[in-house]
T-cell receptor, first 113, second 115 residues
């Protein structure tokens, strides 16, 4: 079982729809990141969360530390939001991998006009 | 300047070639990372440099050789690669490396094809 699980794997939406992408993790973490990767490769960091909720424009990210769960919401979705959204957690483990990012497999979002 | 740049964007090489990937940032970040990403998979960490010293090597084969000549530059030297090494190679940087508040800034990647 992966330490970071995302759902759904693929998501198709109509322009204007409200979108939710979920991330569950099974390790102790110090922070959780939501990343966006467009076709062609470049990765953009959207949010880093250690508690509560953050909002940036049409994007909202929440995290529930007790339930080890985070959600990324996109309001009024637009075709330019089409990308792969990746959840990554910063582990609080010990040893050489302490503090490194553990990535989920990503959710591929396609927003149709 | 909040940008991480990588060159080249694309690279095609034979199995006997020697090539280098370059990464540069001018944000004053003291941690830099190399990731490998295969198609439809998440990035896999290869190396971490912290204060220009190699701090993490995730059991990467010796045909990949990282180098951090100064705090702004990170190179990945490639020699005798295999076709299965074809992937997108991503560079990232962060302020300190292990701090809770550290955000990693990613470059656009180099798409490598090994023939």
């Amino acid at each position: 079982k992966n330490e970071v699980e995302q759902s759904p794997q693929n998501l198709t939406a109509q322009e204007g729809e409200f979108i939710t992408i979920n991330c569950s993790y099974s390790v102790g973490i110090s922070a959780l990141h939501w990343l966006q990767q467009h076709p062609g490769g470049g990765i953009v960091s959207l949010f880093m969360l250690s508690s509560g909720k953050k909002k940036h424009g049409r994007l909202i990210a929440t995290i529930n530390i007790q339930e080890k769960h985070s959600s990324l919401h996109i309001t009024a979705s637009h075709p330019r939001d089409s990308a792969v959204y990746i959840c990554a957690v910063r582990s609080e483990g010990y040893g050489g991998s302490q503090g490194n990012l553990i990535f989920g497999k990503g959710t591929k979002l396609s927003v149709k006009p | 300047d909040t940008e991480v740049t990588q060159t080249p964007k694309h690279l095609v090489m034979g199995m006997t070639n020697k090539k280098s990937l370059k990464c540069e940032q001018h944000m004053g970040h003291r941690a830099m990372y190399w990731y490998k990403q295969k198609a439809k998979k998440p990035p896999e960490l290869m190396f971490v440099y912290s204060y220009e010293k190699l701090s993490i090597n995730e059991s990467v084969p010796s045909r990949f050789s990282p180098e951090c000549p100064n705090s702004s530059l990170l190179n990945l030297h490639l020699h005798a690669l295999q076709p299965e090494d074809s992937a997108l190679y991503l560079c990232a940087s962060s302020q300190l490396g292990l701090a809770v508040t550290d955000t990693q800034y990613f470059g656009p990647g180099t798409r490598l094809t090994v023939l």
